[in-house]
């Protein structure tokens, strides 16, 4: 069976071992997946300690995408822009980065019902998170596209490393939101991690707004709950984004697009069961 894993640190929470095995199951692809948790000072080590023993690929998340990027001699287009990468391909030429991330978000958002096309969208964050969004976001045309962050100046240095992709991307920080108003507010900060959200003015939301959190776990969001109380019409997690994301890789893999409603399914009555 062909090897591949996914490398963190931490790993024991990741659902990628459930969804590729599904993915592969369906797919009637004979390929084996895991969880590695690679040592803060040796992902490089541990990444090619798993080539040598056959590894043909890898998903690559916190904090190691950074370190997935610079490890490559090969890098797609979607990884240049993000500067970081989470899938890796193997092959007799070296390995291939690419970023299945934002890809992976604008299609959780296309399967919601979530037009972006013309679209008011507000960005929370200027991380790693934020920067593998912004392309694909960019290419669905948007009306705006304004990345706002706790501290302006790092959304503004954000906003330009992409304008020269996306002239009309803008930025600052979360004070300057007063009195603006979005059809989308995407969450791209770590806040609900620790139970927080973002201080945001009520205007952001505008009516029939949708709030869509990148992060997800068994209960609403700290985000998504604010979100509700200050007026948007629409709520999603980041669910559908993990599995979308792990489609497109796995796609890259092997050559074969999954089926992500039965996935989707499959985790959240796992995530329900867990309560």
Known sequence: ?????????????????????????????????????????????????????????????????????????????????????????????????????????????????????????????AGGAARGAILPLCEAVPAELVIANRTAEKAEALAQQFSPIAPGIAACGFDALAGRSFDIVINATSASLSGAAPALPNSVYAPNAFAYDMMYGRDETAFLAAARAQGASRLADGLGMLVEQAAESFFLWRGKRPATEPVRQALRALLAEAR
Do not use: W
Request: proline fraction near 3%; hydrophobic fraction near 45%.
């Open 1 to 125: 069976m062909d090897r591949y894993a996914v490398f963190g640190n931490p790993i024991a929470h990741s659902k990628s071992p459930f969804i590729h095995t599904r993915f592969a199951a369906q797919t009637g692809e004979a390929i084996s997946y895991e969880a590695l948790l690679a040592p803060l000072d040796g992902f490089a080590q541990a990444v090619a300690a798993f080539r040598t023993a056959g590894g043909r690929g890898a998903n690559v998340t916190v904090p190691f995408k950074l370190e997935a990027f610079s490890l490559a001699n090969r890098r797609s287009a979607r990884a240049e822009a993000a500067g970081a990468a989470n899938t890796l391909i193997f092959d007799d030429d070296g390995i291939a980065a690419d970023n299945t991330d934002g890809i992976g978000l604008v299609r959780d958002l296309a399967y919601l019902g979530c037009e972006l096309a013309g679209r008011r969208i507000l960005l929370l964050g």
